[in-house]
């Protein structure tokens, strides 16, 4: 059985958001008896940007609501995206009067909860829109798919739309640009163990005490191979190879990246992978322009992490990456 | 169906959903993401207590109650799919439709929201074979049962289970068994 | 065997550490062929803020080098104090003129390492100062022992003087303060597993599936008492008495908490537990003016976590805490 | 001891920590953070290296690279500990003191540096014995297991072994551990 620090498995992401929100009074509240995180941040009479999701993916997304970023954040049951009553209400705290832009990942309950809040919103005028994050390769994309799904990726999401609205960018303008950034964003990960939803006694899966998976998702979903635990060289070279593969070949070679704890990995594996991922970044002649690197968007208390790269094909958003915001987590 | 039935219906689905949670998110273990067996123990925890405290006199009435609780407490894909099924199914009682053409349109709503198709290993398997049978008059514990049964060879195509691709395949889909409970639940509701 | 992320483990630190200043060139730099971060902010004649210490505590230390806390960090073997030529070479690349303030934590051999340095340092004509951090109350103050560890609290230190050296605050006005927090400032932590080093094949201790110990160090040190595991609750209710007991009674009930997840705690589990530390100060009649969650002071993988309490006794405390830096992970 | 046979000393002392690093880490691990092989195997690879490479011709000058390099390459406890002793006896023999007294003032550093005392259970037990009988000529292997071995029941009072406190008894101290070895190449190097 895997440890974990609660009190009831039933209560744990409605402790958790109150616990987030008593340490952070300054920059978040709680909607009352929701999951919505909103930030205190004076309205300014610009488009509100939102986002959410299942929890377990902290500090995704709350963490990341705050002026500069996110409007508000709806967190849902473990895993279990939130539904569409918690999303309209996120959409009608957070509207500033020039409407509402959803991030949305790739998941058939995210897709299908935020699509009948956006209807609901609509019916009570408000302008929405919105983008679906599917920056996850290790998923192939196909008719007979759900296809790509939503994980790390979406953190950049946030940075760069979050930058576009407080700049005061209308809802088409932030459309366009999320249509420019999504096509050139791709993610993939590997997981050193399974992970267990609080309250279950089983993990997702199972690896061996000397085993890796590529491909996972950040649900415990299990990934495209399975294999012998390998040197940080070994798995960055398998997966960069797996992410160039995926963009067409082009003359810009600049680059933002994020090494991604998926949750139980220290930062100092994950700086030594991305030691090697700026190592063989350049032996490949691409320049990387900007790094994040920590936990950003996990699952639960799985090892493991993920690789981001996103192809710097506009200006702006590497200004927008390097702006500053005022969030806990960012 | 009526609103006597109706409530009872809803009480052995909910007692069903309690005793096999475990069992559900079983199923959603190895093609899912461990979480159905949660999410439709709270969500029929909150149709029954509804029923309790606002005590509904038509079947009209049971119908909204579900639509909301199921939309407002699931969550996840099964929330928003089985929220449009009886709402689909509200609006065609309110249409005066007999119980045939209602499930045929909560099956309709699923397949309006979900884009699912037959054979894709997902609730949409058995809603489709047990709205043919109830048109039928044929409905039957067996057919459910088979229904359920004939998603396990398949290779998913929606839903989460459909990142697993070949894997899925020898898997019952969780959705499909949390169905055949609403739909075993149904015959016995209207049997007592 | 526990899994990692690594290429060598010979390597460990030297490639961590070329990851972080790849990853975040526009605030740090390394010293080359040192263990030493630097901070690439502009010198303005201030009094320098250095710390140090083994590795595998990332964020710690080199995370927190940046405008308003650090001037350089020096990293050492994993959980090894570095050596006093790596401290000096930081004291000497540190110093604007006005001195060079160290925090040492309290263990022999960062006592011994720091001070042979500080000798050497002052031999070549610089001024230094320091401060030894001993906020960690499982272990026994006694005639007969180390003395209490320096644990998490060491990052308010930073924090605090890292802002009053940005204030232009005197060297001695420094160590004055120093003086006044360290006995405001007590930490004690819980873990739900041991902590393998990188290259070794067995943890530093182990629990069984349902154990917990209170009171470990961030070495592997072994603590207090071993228990069943509890509920957030209770873990909360054990360590706050433990923490309060430690304090005089005294009119001034305003105070700053960090918990500080060990490196494989989800924050998701932190936050639960920060909810508990919220009401239960609260239930004490204890005010929380300001609160810190997250990792900061970890050890490696470790499952676990450690509150710590600071009595705002000085104004200044809480306006050094709040006020922005500019670093990698504060 | 002279120069050839300093070296011969250094070089048996290095292969010994290198046979032994993973139990000296052993040892680290109950009463310690498993560090104390690893930090002697990097310090007396350094040390044997820069013998190598600048080939020291005097005893001094041999001290004097020990001192160096185990100051700057070990770290922890151990490494100012050790890099104190022989940072002593390198003056010592400056001062044109004899063997003896050599050791001695190796001994006295390590005390000032880490303010332990006999019976504290760390290194300075194994070196206090081992003087004391060089002092008086009776110096052997026995000898040197017998203090190392005599750590072993003691409660710990200083270094990060105080820590566990009680529990520190019943395990032989790292250092001490460590310490016997140079001294049992010591002896072998005399001997060659
Ligand atoms: N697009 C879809 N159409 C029909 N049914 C679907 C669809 N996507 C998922 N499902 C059903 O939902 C079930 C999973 O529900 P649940 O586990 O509660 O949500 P989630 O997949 O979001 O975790 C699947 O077993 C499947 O029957
Ligand atoms: N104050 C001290 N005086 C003498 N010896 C000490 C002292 N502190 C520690 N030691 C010795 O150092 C050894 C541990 O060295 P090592 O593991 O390399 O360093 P660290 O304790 O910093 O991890 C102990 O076993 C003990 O013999
Ligand atoms: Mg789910
Ligand atoms: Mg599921
Ligand atoms: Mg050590
Ligand atoms: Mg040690």
Same mark, same amino acid.
């Given at each position: ?19 987030? @929100? ?6 978040? /509240? ?71 832009? $959803? ?16 209807? +609901? ?19 192939? %994309? ?14 950049? *999401? ?48 199972? +690896? ?24 940080? /060289? ?7 190879? /797996? +992410? ?41 002649? $691409? ?8 936990? #950003?968007?996990?699952? #639960? ?30 | ?46 149709? @029954? ?13 049971? $119908? ?55 054979? %894709? ?21 067996? +057919?459910?049962?088979?229904? @359920? ?14 990142? *697993? ?21 149904? $015959? ?5």
């Amino acid at each position: 059985m895997i440890k974990k620090i609660l009190n009831n498995p039933d209560y744990i992401v409605d402790e958790m958001i109150d616990g987030m @929100v008593l340490s952070h009074p300054e920059l978040i /509240k709680r909607v009352p008896e929701t999951g919505i995180i909103q930030r205190t941040y004076d309205k300014k009479g610009k488009v509100a940007i939102v986002s959410g999701g299942g929890s377990g993916h902290e500090p995704a997304h709350a963490g990341f609501v705050g002026a500069g970023m996110l409007s508000a954040a709806v967190c849902g049951a473990v895993f279990t995206s939130p539904t569409p009553d918690q999303i309209l209400e996120a959409i009608k705290v957070a509207d500033e009067g020039k409407g509402v832009f $959803l991030v949305i990942k790739n998941y058939s309950g995210d897709i299908m909860n935020f699509e009948m809040a956006q209807e +609901l919103a609509e019916m009570e005028g408000i302008k929405v829109d919105s983008i679906v994050v599917d920056d996850d390769i290790a998923v192939e %994309d196909s008719l007979y798919t759900q296809g790509k799904r939503g994980v790390a990726g979406t953190i950049f *999401v946030h940075k760069i739309l979050g930058y576009a609205a407080e700049k005061g960018q209308s809802i088409e303008e932030i459309k366009e640009l999320a249509e420019n950034l999504i096509p050139n964003m791709k993610t993939v990960g590997l997981a050193l163990t399974g992970v267990t939803t609080p309250g279950s006694s089983k993990p997702s899966f199972a +690896l061996a005490d000397d085993e890796i998976e590529y491909g996972v998702g950040i649900h415990g979903e299990p990934g495209y191979r399975r294999e012998k635990l390998q040197t940080s /060289k070994d798995l960055v070279d398998e997966l960069l190879k /797996k +992410l160039l593969e995926e963009f067409e070949a082009n003359s810009n070679n600049r680059f933002a990246i994020i090494v991604n704890g998926l949750g139980g990995t220290p930062l100092m594996e994950q700086y030594v992978f991305a030691n090697d991922v700026h190592k063989q970044m350049k032996d490949n002649k $691409l320049e990387i322009k900007f790094s994040k690197v920590g936990i #950003l968007m996990t699952s #639960l208390e799985m090892q493991g992490l993920s690789l981001t790269l996103l192809r710097l094909e506009d200006d702006f958003f590497l200004e927008a990456l390097k702006a500053t915001v005022d969030t806990i987590n960012w | 169906m009526n609103i006597e039935m109706g409530i009872r219906w809803m009480e052995l689905f909910n007692e069903e959903i309690q005793n096999e949670k475990d069992y559900l998110t079983q199923l959603d273990t190895p093609i899912g993401d461990s979480d159905h067996g949660n999410n439709m123990s709270r969500g029929m925890a909150h149709v @029954v207590k509804a029923i309790e405290e606002q005590k509904p006199e038509t079947l009209n009435e049971l $119908l909204k109650l579900i639509t909301t609780n199921l939309l407002s407490k699931v969550g996840g894909a099964s929330g928003p799919l089985y929220g449009s099924a009886f709402m689909g199914m509200m609006k065609a009682e309110t249409a005066g439709e007999e119980w045939a053409k209602i499930l045929k349109t909560g099956l309709e709503n699923i397949q309006m929201r979900g884009k699912a198709e037959q054979g %894709d290993k997902t609730m949409v398997d058995v809603w489709i074979a047990v709205v043919e049978a109830v048109e039928n008059g044929e409905l039957t514990h067996e +057919l459910i049962d088979e229904a @359920v049964e004939a998603t396990k060879p398949l290779k998913a195509k929606k839903g989460r289970a459909s990142y *697993v691709g070949d894997r899925s395949i020898g898997h019952i889909d969780p959705g499909a068994y949390s169905s055949g409970l609403l739909f075993h639940t149904m $015959l016995r509701a209207e049997a007592q």
